[in-house]
């Protein structure tokens, strides 16, 4: 192997773990998102209250997602530092 130069399948494990991250983080946004939005059908909500949860269900969501995304790639990062 090159000096600065990564393998194969060094390309394809951090291919692999870029779509894990990808679709680990949608799926835990798109959670915690139908759970806001679940608790919106039992509280019969209306109106602003309603898309007030709804938009904090989103927020917190998306937000949930970038920290999911960010957390495996970096800690991806730090396993391929130490060769393991």
């Known amino acids: 192997m090159d000096m600065g130069r990564e393998s194969r399948w060094e390309k394809d ?39 007030r949860v709804l938009t904090g269900g989103a927020l917190l969501g998306a937000s949930a997602g970038a920290w999911r995304l960010v957390r495996v790639l970096l800690r991806f990062d730090n396993q391929r530092r130490l060769g393991r």
């Open 13 to 51: 494990a951090m291919t692999v773990e870029i779509v894990f991250a990808l679709v680990t983080a949608a799926a835990l946004a798109g959670l915690i998102f139908v759970i806001s939005w679940v608790l919106t059908l039992p509280l019969d909500l209306s109106g602003s209250a309603e898309r």
